[in-house]
């Protein structure tokens, strides 16, 4: 079956545009997390969904950052004025609930110029 | 203090060798935990869950030390294949539902 997916594989920006990253999680799966991976760092949590509400938004950085899962599907990242420190591996991961497998896409390569 | 400590690494072992790694969490009330594997450049996989009481899945064997707040990794016979980056993960729910990641520990099995 079709895993997580999520687009675009890459994005390259420049600093102070608005970029939104799309996950489509595995069907059927409420829980959704979005992590970001840095180079030689493990994957950071920033927020994670139980169906459509933010369950918990405590990994987000600051105000810039935004996420929605309007319909408890599809969830879209959001940055308003990226900075250069914003880049890194934007990774989503869902499962069916809490503390069940979680299981990740392969990631949005976010550059900011 | 981060919530999730690994020693990066790297590893390099020959095939056939047993490879440990340990891993610490700084909040007692973490409640699950996790190896990740991760190859370069891709996404994270789980591994194995670790229970209580230690778990093993083939070459692979999972520990856990509430105690002492550590969990471990044990790989024998290595392979080839098992060259990734092994991810300790854990989980707290007492503020949320978060999962900490470590920073992940580098593997290379050398024929």
């Known amino acids: 079956g079709a895993g997580v997916s999520q687009t675009p594989s890459n994005k390259v920006t420049e600093k102070g545009k608005y970029v939104e990253l799309r996950c489509d999680p595995i069907?059927?799966?409420?829980?959704l997390y979005w992590y970001r991976q840095s180079l030689g760092q493990g994957p950071e949590f920033l927020i994670y969904f139980q169906g459509t509400g933010a369950a918990d938004d405590s990994g987000l950085p600051n105000d810039r950052f935004f996420a929605v899962r309007p319909e408890g599907s599809v969830s879209t990242l959001k940055i308003q004025r990226t900075e250069r420190g914003d880049s890194a591996v934007y990774l989503c991961?869902?499962?069916?609930?809490?503390?069940?497998?979680?299981?990740f896409g392969p990631g949005t390569r976010l550059t900011v110029l | 203090r981060k919530e999730v400590e690994q020693d990066p690494g790297p590893f390099n072992v020959p095939e056939g060798a047993t490879v440990a790694f340990n891993c610490t969490y700084s909040n007692s009330a973490s409640q699950s935990f996790f190896w990740y594997r991760q190859d370069c450049r891709k996404e994270p996989k789980l591994l194995m869950s670790v229970y209580s009481s230690g778990n093993e899945d083939g070459r692979f064997t999972a520990q856990l030390n509430r105690a002492s707040q550590y969990i471990s990794l044990l790989i024998r016979d290595s392979k080839l294949s098992d060259s990734a980056t092994y991810l300790c993960v854990v989980n707290t729910m007492n503020t949320g539902n978060q999962f900490y990641f470590g920073t992940g520990t580098s593997l290379t099995v050398i024929p």
């Open positions: 991961a869902s499962s069916l609930g809490l503390l069940n497998e979680q299981f």
């Open positions: 069907s059927g799966h409420t829980a």
